[in-house]
């Protein structure tokens, strides 16, 4: 029995069970940010209610609760394996049912992000954060946009040959990611719509003077 790795599972799911963002809220702002948003317990609103200061300090504690249990298991105690796996879920499952919150937490993308600094340090978060970028500056959906960068991460790691640790722990992370964006996934992604009027800046005038060509009456014919 790995009882370093027991440990390590419990104070993960403890450190990512604790609402820092909720806290920051509260102590801060003086404010429920489960009232802004999507209502999510996450950093995100703490950005939407405080402005930048107090959500990045938001976004500092939520991400550090998924990096620290899970840094220490793979670089100070060199845990590997299942094990590895198991820490690594735990954080990120311990923000989603936060006994803190009555087991409804968020929806834990910052600290996903702790768990892949963890495992990697730069690498990983590297290519998450460009791959999330693009896709929230492409789609309407954020669901989709988490679940897109997900997909980014595996064939990255695929490709370049990552550490399996690497790969089954992206693998739960992101099954547990699909869960807590399961409505956003009901319904197709899609493009920004002032995205589309800038590639396709022509379609939409035509679009525009055809229905303005309906409302004033039929076209004439010869």
Avoid at 90 to 96: C, D, I, Q, V, Y
Avoid at 145 to 171: C, G, H, K, N, R
Wanted: proline share 5%.
């Amino acid at each position: 029995m790995n009882v370093a790795a027991i440990a390590l599972i419990v104070f993960g799911f403890f450190c990512g069970s604790i609402p820092f963002a909720v806290i920051v809220g509260r102590r801060g702002l003086n404010t429920d940010i489960r009232d802004y948003g999507d209502g999510n317990p996450g950093a995100f609103n703490v950005l939407r209610a405080g402005g930048f200061a107090w959500g990045g300090l938001a976004v500092i504690l939520e991400i550090s609760k998924g990096a620290l249990p899970v840094g220490l298991a793979a670089y100070i105690f060199g845990i590997d394996g299942t094990w590895l796996y198991l820490i690594s879920i735990a954080p990120p499952l311990g923000h989603a049912f936060s006994p803190f919150l009555n087991f409804k937490g968020g929806k834990a993308i910052a600290a996903t992000g702790g768990v892949l600094i963890g495992l990697s340090l730069w690498e990983l978060p590297l290519v998450a954060m460009t791959a999330l970028t693009v896709w929230y500056l492409l789609l309407t959906s954020s669901g989709w946009a988490v679940m897109l960068t997900a997909f980014v991460l595996l064939i990255y790691e695929l490709i370049t040959q990552a550490p399996t640790d690497w790969v089954v722990s992206t693998i739960l992370l992101t099954v547990l990611l699909a869960q807590r964006h399961r409505a956003e996934l009901t319904r197709l992604p899609r493009i920004k719509s002032r995205l589309v009027k800038r590639i396709f800046p022509t379609a939409t005038e035509i679009d525009h003077d055809s229905s303005d060509h309906v409302h004033n009456g039929s076209p004439d014919r010869h």
